[in-house]
């Protein structure tokens, strides 16, 4: 879609003011909204998407209406930020303030501050409408400095009678010891971040006098058991570095006419590896719990430097591609289980009917061996009723070749090996051998 726009009457200081230096302004318009501008003195051409190129034409207008001064980066990117949410809204038609119709505006003695993103409307609706919310995203969305706002606002209003402010003390990833100076001067440094909305939005002559009355209070996370907040507007920031009994005990200090806003980033979390955040589990087992509401902050929602914004979707994108790793990774794993199982299984059973093969009984038919000649001679010897002597020890021939012996007690000599038996010699007719020993000496 082309469209084209003067503006007249035609100021040079002004449109000096819009373009920047050699039309920078423009470039970064065009980049952030996917357009092509062009322009000739105060005649512009924007061509690309309707929806788009009609946002741009809107935003120069703006521009141009408060280009009495030059236009700041900060400015410019905060209402680039602006438009582009606006574009992103399905069906959103383009509107001259960038803002939405039921928007909530803080007022305070410095400045009057509304939401520039929906989740941000949507994130003070949450806070002025709920004793806890909860505010989660990533940097640079606003929720530490809306927080601090609304606190700011109800406390001139009157309608709480002190600030607190707290935070678990955890480096981000680094050790800085034991520091010097009382409690206040020991958590400064991790409260930064609340002290210098608080500067922007109070000023610091006027945030001296609030800490000398106890309208503003530093109260350590790690101190707070056992008391009752009332008519206080409690903020915890960076509680993403909570344990869960940590944010249990800080949810129940609530007390009457309070409000609790707790913000955290939970893909920044410092706490050693394997501990559970309180944010996280709050987040769980808080869910649909009456009286408590949470807005999800995106990286469309930040409102720094648009550099910032590609940075955290960079993170975003890495987290994601790990977590469909890991994914992947347990389901391998899974699937290994399960066969090592199934193969445990199957060896079980081979190993049971194995088993169950060797213990059953053999019932096959031995043959009976044919009996020899000696047992077939006794069996016959047993069934005629004679008793047969028993067989010597020895073999047949040396038993053959052994002379009988006749009473006196002599001993006949071994014979050799002969073919008959020689018979038996008479008493005393018979000498013996030499070389053999008679029973009782030798003649």
Do not use: W
């Not at 991790?190 to 209070?217: S, W």
């Not at 445990?344 to 060797?358: G, M, Y």
């Amino acid at each position: 879609m082309n469209l084209r726009h003067a503006f007249t009457p035609a100021d040079n200081r002004r449109l000096s003011h819009l373009c920047g230096t050699l039309d920078e302004h423009l470039r970064q318009i065009a980049t952030a909204l996917s357009v092509r501008i062009s322009r000739r003195g105060e005649h512009f051409h924007i061509e690309g998407d309707r929806a788009a190129a009609q946002r741009a034409l809107t935003l120069l207008e703006a521009l141009y209406a408060r280009a009495d001064r030059p236009i700041s980066d900060e400015t410019l990117r905060i209402a680039l930020v602006e438009a582009a949410a606006d574009l992103a809204k399905p069906g959103a038609a383009p509107d001259g303030e960038g803002t939405e119709p039921d928007s909530v505006v803080l007022r305070t003695r410095r400045a009057d501050l509304a939401g520039r993103t929906t989740n941000q409307h949507q994130y003070l609706r949450h806070i002025l409408s709920h004793d806890i919310s909860f505010g989660i995203g990533p940097a640079g969305t606003g929720k530490t400095f809306l927080a601090v706002a609304c606190a700011v606002d109800a406390l001139e209003r009157s309608t709480v009678q002190r600030i607190i402010l707290t935070r678990p003390a955890v480096e981000a990833g680094e050790r800085l010891g034991f520091l010097p100076g009382d409690l206040t001067q020991k958590v400064d440094p991790y409260l930064r971040p609340l002290y210098d909305a608080l500067y922007d939005l109070m000023g610091f002559d006027r945030v001296t006098k609030a800490f000398e009355k106890g309208q503003l209070e530093i109260a350590p996370l790690a101190f707070m058991r056992g008391r009752t907040l009332n008519h206080a507007f409690v903020i915890l920031d960076e509680a993403q570095n909570t344990t869960p009994e940590q944010m249990k005990m800080f949810l129940t200090r609530i007390g009457f006419g309070s409000k609790c806003v707790v913000t955290g980033d939970t893909s920044q979390i410092d706490l050693p590896r394997g501990s559970v955040s309180g944010l996280v589990d709050a987040e769980q087992v808080l869910d649909g719990v009456d009286g408590i509401a949470v807005t999800r902050f995106t990286r469309a929602d930040v409102v720094r430097h648009p550099l910032v914004a590609r940075i955290v979707q960079a993170y975003e994108e890495q987290a994601a591609a790990h977590a469909s790793e890991q994914q992947a990774r347990d389901a391998l794993y899974a699937q290994e289980r399960e066969e090592r199982r199934e193969r445990a299984l199957r060896l079980q059973s081979a190993i049971v009917a194995e088993s169950a093969v060797e213990a059953r009984p053999v019932t096959a038919v031995v043959p009976t061996p044919k009996p020899s000649a000696r047992q077939a001679a006794k069996t016959t010897g047993k069934t005629t009723g004679k008793t047969l002597a028993k067989p010597p020890a020895q073999p047949a021939a040396k038993a053959v070749a052994k002379p009988a012996m006749k009473a006196g007690g002599r001993s006949a000599a071994k014979a050799g090996p002969v073919a008959k038996a020689r018979p038996a010699a008479k008493v005393g007719s018979a000498q013996p051998k030499a070389g053999v020993a008679r029973k009782g000496g030798t003649r």
